[in-house]
């Protein structure tokens, strides 16, 4: 027996002789003289054994044939499909979902071997494949050259008909998962390299084990008009991507998105105020103490954008919280509580820190003000500001949900928050001489005050700027202050 054929004994591969010789040949002639057969048998016999991968997560497009095992998750239906030649018969494929321990993928069973796909496999078959990997629609697939079905390994798989947001795991497909919308965003069109329009929408959905961006695409798209922030929604059928070091839920044609009457809990994982750093991207939650206007500004590029600053409040401290572009116009006013994710921790006013919430981020109304404080709840039964302030029943925003000032006289210095009338709030009437100290929040007109405990907009001709201090002293009249003295 020769030197190749002493190899190729020790070779666990399913290839032949022939073609080892013929590998092994040709592998001489690559290196120019610089292996002798022998040496060039056992680089072919190498590169042979690399096609085994240790588990699914090891398979990437641009690899030789790949071999591995895995259990089968789902199978698909058999689609047909015309060849480009008139004389050639119609071809078969279909999809299999297979999964192990390391993670899911998509392998493609071609023609005959479609047909026998769906005969021979189900749900729960463990499988030993052979194919070739590329990049595929929905992340990396195999087209399947081989398959064995005896396989007797064990794959500790769950096979599970829903999925809740933490058990996705990239390359899963064929995912059903319910959640209430947290977010939405509009529909966006791009330009394809074929010259095609696309459209794509996102919203971000969580349930009880956490939460996730879920991407709508083409026709799919447009239902994300249909849906609102807190309803309940199943996606059906969708596919698990990675996106900036994130998993993310896509929904393409072959999908859907609905309402569901369902119940489904959400509880944000906050990070305490006082902890955050500047640098940091975090979720926080808290009660809405002040809302400013939203104020438009003209980019570089000549586009408009807007932004609306909110003063957000929990059991710990407060910060101000930048809303970017579409987030300016959420229907949010003091009193809300509220949770956003994805938040980035910037340098703000005086050397204090704000957060500003882009593209990226959610904004979630979790509780509505009604008139009344809502939100979170203290030992002794009150909601809202009341939860965070042994002074709070003594005032209130004067902002009202559009994030101006109210037009009711008696709403200017003070709002009961209490629900019941029960509160002594104090009452500014038209006309009355009033006092109030506060930090600049808006330098425009009207320039609007926050004092901690509430917000007051006057009417002034003074040259203050954010963030600075100031004390008014002037007349009430119609839910401002009228100020004669600024200091």
């Known amino acids: 027996m020769g030197e190749i054929e002493d190899v190729y004994e020790d070779l666990d591969a399913d290839v032949s002789l022939e073609e080892f010789r ?8 690559q290196m120019g003289g610089l292996a002798d057969e022998e ?53 078969q494929v279909v999809n299999v979902e297979l999964a192990d321990e390391t993670g899911a993928i998509r392998v493609t069973f071609w023609d005959k071997m479609a047909a026998s796909a769906t005969e021979e496999l189900a749900v729960g078959d463990v499988i030993a494949v052979k194919g070739r990997p590329k990049e595929g629609y929905n992340g990396v697939e195999v087209n399947v050259n081989d398959v064995d079905p005896d396989v007797t390994d064990d794959i500790d798989v769950q096979i599970q008909d829903a999925y809740r947001v933490e058990d996705l795991s990239l390359g899963l497909s064929n995912v059903n998962l319910a959640g209430k919308v947290l977010d939405t965003e509009s529909v966006r069109t791009f330009d394809r390299d074929d010259g095609s329009e696309g459209k794509v929408a996102n919203l971000v959905l969580g ?5 996730v961006r879920v991407t709508m695409w083409d026709d799919m798209a447009d239902h994300a008009d249909e849906l609102s922030s807190g309803n309940a929604v199943e996606v059906v059928d969708g596919y698990v991507r990675e996106r900036d070091g994130s998993l993310e839920l896509h929904v393409g044609d072959r999908g859907a998105v609905e ?15 006082e902890t955050l750093e500047i640098g940091q991207t975090v979720d926080i939650s808290g009660v809405v103490r002040s809302a400013d206007p939203k104020r438009t500004f003209d980019r570089d590029d000549g586009s408009e ?47 204090d820190i704000e957060a500003s919430a882009g593209w990226q981020s959610t904004v979630t109304v979790l509780g509505e003000s009604d008139g009344v404080s809502g939100g979170a709840e203290s030992d002794d039964g009150t909601t809202g500001l009341d939860a965070f302030g042994d002074d709070a029943d003594d005032g209130s925003s004067t902002a009202s949900r559009d994030g101006t000032a109210s037009d009711d006289p008696t709403q200017a210095a003070a709002t009961d928050r209490s629900g019941d009338g029960g509160g002594a709030a104090a009452v500014t009437v038209d006309g009355e001489e009033v006092e109030f100290t506060g930090t600049v929040v808006q330098a425009g007109d009207p320039v609007v005050l926050d004092d901690g405990e509430e917000t007051m907009s006057v009417e002034t001709d003074a040259d203050v700027r954010l963030g600075q201090e100031v004390t008014v002293r002037g007349t009430a009249a119609d839910g401002r202050i009228d100020a004669d003295d600024v200091f």
Not at 207 to 211: A, E, F, L, N, R
Not at 259 to 273: A, G, L, M, N, Q
């Open 22 to 29: 013929e590998a092994v040949e040709e592998k001489v002639d």
């Open 39 to 91: 040496t060039a048998a056992m680089l072919i016999a190498h590169e042979l054994d690399e096609s085994e991968v240790d588990g699914v997560a090891d398979v990437e497009p641009g690899m030789e044939d790949v071999e591995f095992t895995a259990k089968v998750t789902g199978v698909g239906e058999v689609r047909t499909f015309e060849r480009d030649g008139e004389e050639e018969e119609d071809g």
């Open 207 to 211: 349930d009880s084990t956490g939460k």
């Open 259 to 273: 309402e569901i009457d369902e119940e489904i809990e959400y509880t944000p994982e906050s990070t305490p105020i």
């Open 305 to 351: 954008g807007q932004v609306r600053n909110v003063r957000v409040q929990d059991d710990t401290g407060d910060i101000r919280v930048a809303l970017w572009g579409d987030k300016a116009d959420e229907d949010i006013a003091p009193g809300d509580e509220i949770a956003l994710t994805d938040v980035e921790i910037q340098d703000g006013w005086q050397d």
